[in-house]
């Protein structure tokens, strides 16, 4: 075909929870970070990945397994991450070269022998060139942020398998923490507290819909419940049940702390010249955590700044990440 040419660039946002790839700008692929591999006789199939995957958690036979490739933020299996690499790359195979250019937007506190090994499944997967990004910068940029500059700026990333804070200026980062305190977290105290409580068993899928639907942090936040399905840990027997937003509240609240606790530590490291730039910016709040009803406030009562909540938490690393992959020439490689 004339005048057309398979684009040879990827963006990967390699989330714990959610995987967004996209090309030219544009998302192709937008799912949960699941595959299910069907094993038979030492041979692995794909049988699903994302969405589809998902929803066959907990419900698997034994040659059926859903395996997430990260997990609290870190590279859980080199097997599994070279299938869901590759799986993701074949999806493009109509829109991309057969050898793409592959940029993954990582989190910070990746390990350099999780580093390499998600490099070599990569290539393995039909990669010409891995590229790493770390997520602090690929959420700046996908905010709107320019990293360039010598201001100070301040963001949280709030995920699923990780919190991560950043303070950046000049391109670079100037001082950062995180913890594994995130979403993933808060659904299992969620799970945690209706055990301990109410003695019901719900999985980490209930929970998290628990959690999108009602939770609430904001001080005067009035009191809602929702129905759920959960198993009677005395006697077995399936039930249905509701649970309230206080509920929800206590059982989460100490999962917040931890991340505010992990926020302040990073502010009291900001270099005084710096202060003033986020004094007066504020902190720009972003990831799917972002979304938590009351997070924003809290974090203000707490921190006596201004926050900001990004217009589009759950898109930014990936926008960002395609927008850094596009200022990298393809001749300087980067691995
Ligand atoms: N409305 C909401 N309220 C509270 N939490 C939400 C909401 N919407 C999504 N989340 C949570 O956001 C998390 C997913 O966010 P995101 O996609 O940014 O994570 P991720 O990039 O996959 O994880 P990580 O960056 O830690 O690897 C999940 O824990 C999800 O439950
Ligand atoms: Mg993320």
Request: charged share 20%.
């Given at each position: 075909m004339v005048g057309w040419q398979k684009s040879t660039d990827i963006a990967v946002d390699l989330g714990t929870a959610n995987t967004i790839v996209s090309v030219d700008g544009e998302v192709i692929f937008n799912g949960p970070s699941c595959i299910a591999i069907e094993r038979h006789y030492g041979s692995d199939k794909v049988v699903a990945i994302g969405k589809r995957a998902k929803v066959m958690r907990g419900r698997t036979h034994s040659n059926l397994e859903v395996i997430n490739p990260l997990s609290n933020g870190a590279i859980s299996d080199f097997e599994v991450t070279k299938i869901f690499m590759a799986t993701l790359i074949s999806i493009l195979s109509n829109r991309v070269s057969s050898h793409p250019r592959v940029g993954?937007?990582?989190?910070?506190?990746?390990?350099?022998?999780?580093?390499?090994?998600?490099?070599?499944?990569?290539?393995?997967?039909?990669?010409?060139?891995v590229i790493f990004i770390e997520d602090p910068f690929s959420a700046a940029v996908g905010t709107g942020m320019d990293i360039n500059t010598s201001r100070g700026k301040m963001i949280v990333d709030c995920g699923s398998g990780l919190t991560e804070v950043s303070i950046i200026s000049l391109g670079g980062m100037v001082t950062s923490s995180c913890t594994k305190v995130a979403g993933d977290a808060l659904d299992c105290a969620i799970v945690d507290y209706v055990k301990r409580q109410k003695n019901l068993l719900i999985s980490k899928d209930c929970a998290e819909g628990i959690k999108i639907q009602i939770a609430d942090i904001s001080q005067n936040a009035p009191n809602t419940n929702c129905c759920v399905y959960g198993k009677d840990l005395l006697n077995g027997l399936p039930?249905?049940?509701?649970?309230?937003?206080?509920d929800v509240r206590a059982a989460i609240m100490p999962c917040v702390q931890k991340i505010h606790a992990t926020i302040l530590e990073v502010i009291s490291s900001i270099p005084p010249q710096i202060v003033p730039d986020i004094l007066e910016d504020g902190v720009i709040i972003t990831g799917g955590g972002a979304l938590m009803r009351g997070f924003r406030e809290y974090l203000e009562d707490k921190l006596k700044m201004s926050i900001h909540v990004s217009p589009d938490p759950l898109h930014d690393i990936s926008k960002g990440a395609m927008e850094i992959l596009k200022q990298i020439p393809h001749s300087s490689f980067i691995g």
């Amino acid at each position: 075909m004339v005048g057309w040419q398979k684009s040879t660039d990827i963006a990967v946002d390699l989330g714990t929870a959610n995987t967004i790839v996209s090309v030219d700008g544009e998302v192709i692929f937008n799912g949960p970070s699941c595959i299910a591999i069907e094993r038979h006789y030492g041979s692995d199939k794909v049988v699903a990945i994302g969405k589809r995957a998902k929803v066959m958690r907990g419900r698997t036979h034994s040659n059926l397994e859903v395996i997430n490739p990260l997990s609290n933020g870190a590279i859980s299996d080199f097997e599994v991450t070279k299938i869901f690499m590759a799986t993701l790359i074949s999806i493009l195979s109509n829109r991309v070269s057969s050898h793409p250019r592959v940029g993954i937007s990582i989190p910070q506190n990746l390990t350099q022998v999780e580093r390499n090994s998600l490099y070599e499944a990569t290539l393995l997967a039909g990669a010409k060139e891995v590229i790493f990004i770390e997520d602090p910068f690929s959420a700046a940029v996908g905010t709107g942020m320019d990293i360039n500059t010598s201001r100070g700026k301040m963001i949280v990333d709030c995920g699923s398998g990780l919190t991560e804070v950043s303070i950046i200026s000049l391109g670079g980062m100037v001082t950062s923490s995180c913890t594994k305190v995130a979403g993933d977290a808060l659904d299992c105290a969620i799970v945690d507290y209706v055990k301990r409580q109410k003695n019901l068993l719900i999985s980490k899928d209930c929970a998290e819909g628990i959690k999108i639907q009602i939770a609430d942090i904001s001080q005067n936040a009035p009191n809602t419940n929702c129905c759920v399905y959960g198993k009677d840990l005395l006697n077995g027997l399936p039930v249905g049940f509701e649970i309230s937003s206080t509920d929800v509240r206590a059982a989460i609240m100490p999962c917040v702390q931890k991340i505010h606790a992990t926020i302040l530590e990073v502010i009291s490291s900001i270099p005084p010249q710096i202060v003033p730039d986020i004094l007066e910016d504020g902190v720009i709040i972003t990831g799917g955590g972002a979304l938590m009803r009351g997070f924003r406030e809290y974090l203000e009562d707490k921190l006596k700044m201004s926050i900001h909540v990004s217009p589009d938490p759950l898109h930014d690393i990936s926008k960002g990440a395609m927008e850094i992959l596009k200022q990298i020439p393809h001749s300087s490689f980067i691995g």
